[in-house]
Nanobody
Framework: QVQLVESGGGLVQPGGSLKLSCAASGSIFTINTMGWYRQYPGKQREQVATITRSGIANFADSVKGRFTISRDNAKNTVYLQMNSLKPEDTAVYYC???????WGQGTQVTVSS
């Protein structure tokens, strides 16, 4: 079992920044690739970014150049730094252990003036 706890969401103005954190606990030795997803109301979750244990990252086209993903394996934590935020980034953001059923509880990000 793996538990994921996200934090760092909130309200920010367009053009602003937020940093999300996801702390993992439990059977963490099973974790390789971690991902951040987001979900709009009434829509399926979509992948935002992933990062392997060795630090190889991938991003959705919609966030390339604005978001970065990183991880601290010693702290079992993965981060999503979101810059130049747009209103269309407003969603609930979830942390996920790729290729597993483990999801965090989600954190709301709202970009609005």
């Amino acid at each position: 079992q793996v538990q994921l706890v996200e934090s760092g969401g909130g309200l920010v103005q367009p053009g602003g920044s937020l940093k999300l954190s996801c702390a993992a606990s439990g059977s963490i030795f099973t974790i390789n690739t971690m991902g951040w997803y987001r979900q709009y109301p009434g829509k399926q979750r979509e992948q935002v970014a992933t990062i392997t244990r060795s630090g190889i990252a991938n991003f959705a086209d919609s966030v390339k150049g604005r978001f970065t993903i990183s991880r601290d394996n010693a702290k079992n934590t993965v981060y999503l730094q979101m810059n130049s935020l747009k209103p269309e980034d407003t969603a609930v953001y979830y942390c996920h252990v790729e290729f597993s059923g483990y999801w965090g509880q989600g954190t709301q990000v709202t970009v609005s003036s």
